[in-house]
């Protein structure tokens, strides 16, 4: 028999929307929207979505002219999501100009949960359909999307828990039939779990119970069915399973032997009172549950953090099992990054596994490293006798088997007082320690956590994805703690993720904003957080004295700090968006910049990530301004110069390799320095004491160098505003920054379709070029003009600046402008619809860039080529180029060349 084709991707929407990457991740959507779409595509695979009905269920309200292109940029996000998916698959989604559709090597969840469904009630034999309905109920992996609430999943999802409660039921029947109580009585209870207020599982389930003998159990499922419909509906149970149970309590009374003493609650592996036999809840076992000893009470909601407590938690119990050289686990983080939350609801998730109790013992208000072990007798119960020896106190207590001991703000005794947490661990040999630090102990067998902050909102996340972040429910909970009417909605959403961004979920910062709900809007809160360290103030008397304020929360950990270190702190808040080591080096002029980075990282100051070959450092944007605040005034202007002329020399560097081999490491490059960049255009844009008639040329050199990179990276925009702000004075003499700035500000336009501003734009740049005389630039800018000239149907004004730049390229052998200028005639042929000659040119100017290592002028060649192919009606070829223009495209991260290749793909398929 011939088996069916597996599919190249599973979607799983049943419990949640998940996307497998090879890498065993989960796919990332880039909008709200767009995981939308899919979804609905994916629930309605098996045929095509006319454009106008998926605007519509997209954007019900708005006018549909109006979001056709808003529709394309989701077609493009959604596209993206799928090849993360599947790098080596193209077409998952089919696209042409009247309809949508999944591919059929797409498959679900719920195709596999309805196909089951419709195997069952096509089989006739009682066994092949029970294992059908087995195999729908196991598909069911939980509701549809949850977390979403468009109307079309609203009803999907009630059909398909529906036809899930019909499965159990049937399913439940048919094993009761087959003689398989045990089974049935699993499935039932499934579907009670399912649908509490449904009449009809506890009904199945009652009904097995008293089959099985076990009387007593099926009135007390009866009158927990009592219980929910009256709280919940304020009803009774109808009159059909009344009479189901009426029966029941006529029968025989069973007497129950009573259940020994116990001193503390069963776990939850021990038996329920209907799983043991006959009812008999004599067989339930004592057994002690560790002491929760000094930890402090729950107060306020607990947020995010799931897959952390569940790293740490297996963290601390396999120590106690496989790995007895760590138990020792220190979570690092800065200043009001959560970790003594952290470290809680860890002790208490893992406390199962420490019999000999959990204890806390806080010691920020510790000052010397003598001071420990009283502090730690003083949180053990019962505390020590008066007179007896404290040391030897701990050891009675935190030796007495498997052990716990959470010690919380650790960093100011670190250097004097980690020595006793290890004699402390070597003598009591079940002692198991979780500290929290902004620095780590570095003892031996420690194991360090960074905690991270709270995730936060994504910037053009949809509004009820947003709100599902732990950031914004923090920020909700605490907001409503001072103002109970605080709401979300569609108003203040934006706001709240803005502020949430802003906090970069530090949970002591949200907390602290929240607690001016009550006085404040977020609307008005927003703009205060440029002064942030006026306005994250607490008037809390419960407080720690060192949380009460965001300043003091800083403070603490910055005068710990040796002098030395303070001064290279402030000076690091020069770096936006992170620095190399190189970097610190000249711009601080601080030649042991290699130590104090390393102490800064120890003392949870700094982050460290690695981008390819390089380590990178990173400070928090709290941090930076905190950082800044510190510098003296005088001290500023030359740092903020050395630090614009530092990435001024690393683009100067880009400019040129960004047409050749190493165009990509460039690239890349250049886009982890974007904050940097940004940040030293904006130092030469001032005005002000200090400042030089040289600040303006130089800023605008470097505008001019970043051009490409704004391009390939679809910066345009930004690109644009920089370009005009330096170029504003039209009357300045031309030099060759000047060109250059001005060709850009104009190929820029020419990406985004304004031909008559390129071509303002490019006229300037060549009017330039020739009073400057270079015939560099003047050839340079002259095909520029002549691709804005193309593109704006003067083919004739198109040609003449094409032969014109030619001529000067091979002057000065210049093969990449050779190129370019081939580029450009391929254009004009397409234009005329001489489309062989479009061809022919455009693969002689992909082979040259083929030549020098320029995978743009690559692929923008072979795409010329695929789309003349096209236009001759060759699909087959048009499809081949046009998806390796593609391919080129992607590894350029060149978002118009990818999606302009994705449309005329799309044109193949039409």
């Known amino acids: 028999m011939d088996t069916l084709p597996q599919p190249i991707l599973q979607i799983q929407l ?277 002491s929760l000893g000094s930890l402090p009470a729950r107060l306020t909601r607990f947020f995010g953090r799931q897959t952390e407590i569940e790293t740490l938690s297996v963290l601390l119990t396999s120590s106690l099992e496989d790995a007895p050289n760590t138990r020792l686990l220190t979570l690092v983080g800065h200043g009001g990054s959560g970790k003594t939350r952290l470290a809680l609801e860890v002790a208490r998730r893992a406390s199962a596994h420490f019999p000999g109790g959990v204890w806390f013992t806080p010691l920020a208000d510790v000052d010397s490293a003598g001071m420990i072990v009283s502090a730690i007798a003083d949180s053990l119960r019962p505390g020590p006798p008066p007179d007896g020896d404290l040391w030897e106190h701990c050891l009675s207590r935190l030796g007495a088997g498997r052990t716990l001991l959470v010690l919380d703000s650790m960093e100011h005794l670190v250097d004097e007082g980690a020595q006793t947490i290890c004699s402390l661990m070597e003598q009591a040999a079940g002692l198991t320690c979780l500290v929290t630090s902004r620095r780590r102990l570095n003892l031996g067998g420690e194991q360090d956590y960074p905690v991270a902050p709270l995730p936060v909102p994504e910037e053009f996340e949809e509004p009820d994805l947003a709100a599902l972040t732990p950031s914004m429910q923090l920020f909700l909970d605490r907001a409503r703690q001072v103002s109970p009417q605080f709401t979300l909605t569609r108003t203040n959403q934006a706001t709240v993720a803005a502020l949430c961004r802003r906090l970069e979920g530090i949970p002591l910062a949200l907390e602290l904003a929240a607690g001016w709900a009550g006085a404040l809007t977020p609307a008005q809160m927003l703009p205060r957080l440029s002064q942030r360290f006026n306005l994250l103030v607490s008037r809390r008397t419960d407080m720690d004295a060192r949380h009460r304020s965001l300043r003091a929360t800083l403070e603490w950990s910055y005068d710990r700090l040796a002098p030395e270190l303070q001064h290279c702190f402030a000076q690091l808040g020069v770096f936006r968006g992170g620095w190399t080591l190189e970097a610190s080096e000249a711009v601080c002029e601080e030649p042991q910049a290699f130590d104090i980075l390393s102490q800064l990282t120890q003392h949870s100051l700094l982050i460290t990530e690695t981008h390819g070959e390089d380590i990178r450092f990173f400070m928090l944007e709290t941090l ?46 250049l886009e982890s320095e974007s904050d940097n960049l940004r940040a030293a255009l904006q130092w030469y844009q001032r005005d002000g004491p200090g400042r030089t008639p040289e600040d303006g040329e130089a800023g605008l050199s470097l505008a001019g160098c970043l051009w490409r990179f704004w391009d390939v990276r679809g910066h345009h925009e930004e690109g644009l505003r920089w370009l005009e702000t330096f170029l504003t004075n039209g009357e300045a003499p031309p030099t060759p920054a000047r060109v250059r700035a001005l060709e850009a500000a104009g190929c820029l336009e020419l990406a985004r379709r304004h031909h008559e501003l390129a071509r303002t734009w490019l006229e300037a740049a060549v009017t330039a070029a020739r009073a400057l005389g270079d015939p560099h630039r003047l050839a340079s800018a002259l095909c520029s003009l002549g691709e804005s000239l193309c593109d704006g149907a003067d083919i004739d004004a198109a040609a003449s600046a094409f032969t014109e730049s030619q001529s000067l390229f091979q002057s000065a052998g210049d093969h990449y402008g050779s190129a370019r200028t081939l580029a450009g005639g391929a254009r004009i042929a397409l234009r005329e619809g001489d489309f062989k000659i479009a061809q022919s040119l455009a693969d002689r100017s992909a082979a040259m860039h083929r030549i020098a290592g320029n995978l743009k002028g690559m692929a923008g060649g072979v795409h010329m080529n695929g789309v003349a192919s096209l236009r001759l009606g060759d699909h087959t070829t048009a499809r081949k180029r046009l998806t390796e223009s593609l391919a080129l495209w992607r590894q350029l991260g060149d978002k118009l060349g990818i999606e302009q290749a994705r449309e005329d793909l799309g044109a193949c398929q039409a």
């Not at 609905?40 to 045929?47: E, G, I, T």
């Not at 069952?120 to 092949?128: K, L």
């Not at 202007?637 to 990509?664: F, M, N, V, Y």
Request: proline share 7%; glycine share 4%.
């Open 14 to 290: 049943l419990g949640g929307l998940h996307v497998p990457c090879p890498d065993g991740a989960n796919a990332r959507f880039e909008t709200r929207r767009a995981a939308s779409l899919l979804a609905f595509l994916a629930v309605h695979r098996r045929r095509s979505h006319p454009r106008e009905e998926l605007i519509e269920m997209l954007w019900p309200d708005e006018d549909a002219d109006a979001t056709r292109i808003r529709f394309r940029q989701v077609l493009t996000t959604l596209r993206r999501t799928l090849e993360s998916a599947c790098p080596d698959m193209s077409d998952l989604l089919i696209a042409d100009r009247v309809s949508v559709r999944l591919s059929a090597d797409v498959s679900t969840d719920v195709a596999q949960f309805e196909d089951a469904l419709t195997a069952a009630a096509r089989s006739e034999a009682p066994e092949t359909r029970a294992a059908a309905l087995r195999r729908a109920v196991d598909a069911y992996g939980g509701e549809l999307l949850p977390g979403y609430y468009d109307d079309w999943v609203l009803g999907e999802r009630r059909r398909l828990e529906e036809d899930y409660l019909t499965a159990l039921n049937r399913l439940t029947q048919a094993l009761s039939d087959g003689g398989d109580n045990s089974q049935a009585l699993e499935y039932a209870r499934k579907a009670v779990r399912q649908d509490p207020l449904r009449e009809e599982g506890h009904a199945d389930l009652i009904r097995l119970l008293a089959a099985d003998g076990r009387i007593a159990d099926a009135l007390r499922q009866f009158r927990e069915l009592e219980q929910i419909l009256w709280k919940e509906l304020r009803v009774t149970p109808g009159a059909e399973i009344q009479a189901l149970v009426e029966p029941l309590r006529s029968a025989p009374t069973l007497v129950f032997a009573p259940a020994p003493a116990v001193t503390a609650a069963v776990l939850e592996s021990a038996p329920a009172p209907e799983d043991t036999p006959d009812g008999d809840i004599t067989t339930r076992r004592e057994i002690p549950l560790p």
């Open 624 to 669: 930076r301004e905190y950082a800044w605040e510190l510098l003296p005034a005088d001290q500023r202007l030359p740092l903020g110069r050395r630090h614009a002329s530092w990435h001024r020399a690393i683009a100067e560097e880009a400019a040129p390799k960004l047409t050749g081999p190493d165009q990509i490491v460039w690239l890349d490059r």
